[in-house]
C-alpha cells in the first residue's frame, strides 16, 4: 500500500525548532523566547476578554480596527498596512505571492530561521549571505544577488545577534537592489531601539514601491500567545498581499488586545524603561564573571560562555535549566559556544547572574 507523497523537498525541511529546554523545578524563569517581561497590558487583558461571549462571530476580515489604530500610532496610511497571524503568516503571504520554484530568497546567517524554511516549503531557493561579526554584511547580500533573486529579507534588528544597521546604509543598500526584488525589512525589534541613526523602515517604504516592513505584537506588547503582527508597504505591493493572505486570518482577541495595546502608552513606556533600565545592568554583570556579550539595542543578549568543557554553553544550558531558568541553546544557528538570553523582571535576572556566578565559579 503507498502512502501520499509530498511535494518535491518538503522532507528535506528541518522544522523550526522554538523555545527549547525543560525544568522540573518549582519556579521556571523563561528567557528563550524574548518575550514581554511584563506581561501584557492590563487594558490588553481586559479587552480579550471583553469578546468572550462574541466567539461565535468572525472577526472583522480585513482587521481595520486594528490597522486604523496601527496607523494613527505610527503616522501611516491605514490602508496600506496588513495584520497577521503573527509575522509568520505574513513572510509566508509574502513568499507565496512572489517566489515559487526556480526562484531564489535572500537571508543572512544569522536572520529569522523561518525566512528559509518558508522558502523551501513552497518550493523556492533560499540563498544565505554570511554576516560578518554577527552584523548583517549588506555588501554580502548584494553579492547573492541574481536575475531569479525575488525577495531579501533583512531582520533590523537582527535575531539573535541584537545587532542593527543605520536607516542611511539600509537606504544606501535599497539603492543599490534591482527595483524587481522585494526588500522585506522584519522590524520585530523596532520598539526597543533607542539609538537615533535607526529606522524601522517607515520612510523607505514611504519612499519606494518595492519596500514592505514586518512588525510584531509580540514583543514590547507581550501578545506571543494572540500571534499578532502587521505589515507596512506601498499600495502596489499590498494589494497583492491583500490577494494571498487568509479572508479572516486574526482571531476576534488578538484584534481586542491589540487595539487595547497600542492605546496604553503608559504601560508600554513602562515595559521600554524596564529595558533600557535592566539590560546594560545585566550585560554588566555578565562581563564581570568574564563572559562576552556580543552589543545589543534589543531586549535579548547573546552570550559566549568559555569553550572548556564543564564550563561551556552546554553545560551552562544544562545547569541553568537544573534550577528552573530557560534560555535559548544557539546550536541551531552553528553558535555552538552561545546562549541567548532575554531580559526578564528584575528579580529574574538577579538570580540568573547569581546562578551564573554559581556555574562559573
Known amino acids: 500500500m503507498s502512502l501520499p507523497t509530498p511535494r518535491p523537498g518538503i522532507l528535506d525541511l528541518k522544522p523550526y525548532l522554538s523555545t527549547q529546554g525543560s525544568s522540573t523545578h518549582a519556579r521556571v524563569i523563561k528567557l528563550s ?35 486604523h489604530a496601527i496607523a494613527a500610532r505610527h503616522g501611516i496610511d491605514a490602508a496600506r498596512v496588513i495584520c497577521g497571524n503573527g509575522s509568520d503568516e505574513l513572510i509566508e503571504v509574502i513568499i507565496k505571492a512572489f517566489a515559487g520554484h526556480g526562484d531564489e530568497v535572500i537571508y543572512t546567517q544569522y536572520g529569522f530561521r523561518m525566512f528559509p524554511i518558508t522558502t523551501q516549503a513552497h518550493s523556492a531557493t533560499p540563498v544565505m549571505a554570511p554576516e560578518t561579526n554577527f552584523e548583517v554584511d549588506l555588501d554580502a547580500i548584494l553579492a547573492k ?13 537582527n535575531n539573535p545577534t541584537g545587532s542593527y544597521k543605520t536607516a542611511a ?7 543599490k537592489l534591482p527595483s ?74 488578538a484584534q481586542a488586545a491589540g487595539v487595547a495595546a497600542l492605546a ?19 550585560v554588566a554583570e555578565m562581563e564581570k564573571l568574564g563572559l562576552k556579550v556580543v552589543p545589543t539595542v534589543t531586549n535579548f543578549m547573546l552570550v559566549e560562555f568559555p569553550h572548556e568543557e564543564g564550563r561551556n554553553a552546554d553545560a551552562a544550558l544544562a545547569f541553568l535549566a537544573a534550577r528552573g531558568i530557560l534560555v535559548r541553546e544557539m546550536r541551531s544557528y552553528a553558535l555552538p559556544h ?4 532575554s531580559i526578564g523582571t528584575e528579580e529574574e535576572m538577579q538570580i540568573v547572574i547569581d546562578a551564573l556566578k554559581e556555574f562559573l565559579t
Open 169 to 175: 546604509d539600509v537606504k544606501a543598500f535599497h539603492a
Open 264 to 282: 496604553d502608552t503608559a504601560f508600554l513606556e513602562k515595559a521600554r524603561s524596564h529595558n533600557e533600565k535592566m539590560m546594560p545592568w545585566t
Open 33 to 67: 523566547a524574548n518575550e514581554g517581561a511584563l506581561g501584557p497590558s492590563p487594558k490588553a487583558l481586559e479587552a480579550f476578554h471583553s469578546v468572550a461571549a462574541n466567539l461565535h462571530r468572525y472577526p472583522e476580515g480585513g482587521s481595520g480596527t486594528l490597522a
Open 145 to 157: 544577488v541574481t536575475d531569479r533573486t525575488k525577495i531579501v529579507f533583512l531582520a533590523n534588528p
Open 338 to 341: 552561545h546562549l541567548r538570553f
Open 180 to 253: 524587481n526584488i522585494v526588500l522585506v525589512l522584519d522590524a520585530a525589534y523596532a520598539e526597543f531601539v533607542s539609538r537615533n541613526d535607526y529606522s524601522a523602515g517607515i520612510d523607505l517604504v514611504d519612499q519606494a514601491e518595492n519596500v514592505v516592513m514586518l512588525r510584531t505584537f509580540s514583543k514590547l506588547y507581550a501578545l506571543a500567545g494572540l500571534r499578532l503582527g502587521w505589515c507596512y508597504g506601498s499600495p502596489y505591493l499590498i494589494d497583492i498581499l491583500n490577494r494571498v493572505r487568509g479572508p479572516f486570518n486574526v482571531n476576534l482577541p
